[in-house]
């Protein structure tokens, strides 16, 4: 299956809030299933519309071990977070980062599946981080957001921390 490429940080699309998904339809299907190959070739947990260069508010994610569970949901919105957790996250859109980000320990989001029915999952730890991190995706949010105030990304990449770098 062909896949999409995966845009990099600083790219404007990355930055952008993705516009919600009107249409369901064969395309919709045809991209969700793109997007799982692009997310499973390269070794990711997730993928959000706007790092394919798409401006639709589509996730993909598979946390489980064996790689053979994917979920695709469209037009994800949050409706209860509890507790809190620090994630330490890396991005298919800025390699070699990683960043501590803040992120609530279980979450419960509504979504659509790709024939436009909707859904709920509650999420716990790694498959809420994910989540979530996806859903910023959608919003033009980053790692690099949750950096330290006077940290860029530059310094991430170049020292050893909790902060940043693989």
Same mark, same amino acid.
Not at 20 to 25: A, G
Not at 102 to 107: D, G
């Given at each position: 299956m062909r896949t999409f490429e995966i845009i990099? %940080?600083?790219h404007p699309m990355l930055r952008r809030k993705a516009l919600?998904? +009107?249409?369901?339809?064969q395309r919709l299907s045809? *991209?969700?299933?793109?997007? !799982?190959? +692009?997310? %499973?070739? =390269?070794? /990711? &947990? @997730?993928?959000? /519309? #706007?790092? &394919? =260069?798409l401006s639709e508010r589509i996730l993909v994610f598979d946390v489980t071990e064996e790689r053979d569970q994917p979920l695709v949901m469209v037009n994800p919105e949050v409706l209860r977070s509890?507790?809190?957790?620090?994630?330490?996250?890396?991005?298919?859109?800025i390699p070699d980062v990683r960043v501590s980000v #803040?992120?609530? $320990? +279980? *979450?419960i989001v509504k979504a659509q599946d790709a024939t436009g029915?909707?859904?709920? !999952? $509650?999420?716990? @730890?790694?498959k809420a981080a994910v989540l979530q991190h996806e859903i910023d995706h959608l919003n033009g *949010?980053? !790692?690099v957001d949750y950096l330290p105030e006077? *940290? +860029?990304? =530059?310094?991430a990449r170049e020292r050893p921390s909790r902060l940043a770098v693989r």
């Open positions: 990099q %940080y600083p919600p998904v +009107t249409r369901f339809d045809s *991209v969700a299933r793109r997007m !799982i190959a +692009t997310m %499973y070739r =390269n070794k /990711g &947990v @997730g993928l959000a /519309g #706007p790092q &394919v =260069n509890e507790g809190s957790r620090l994630s330490e996250e890396g991005c298919l859109s #803040p992120r609530a $320990e +279980t *979450v029915g909707f859904f709920e !999952i $509650e999420a716990a @730890g790694l *949010v980053l !790692i006077g *940290v +860029t990304l =530059n310094m």
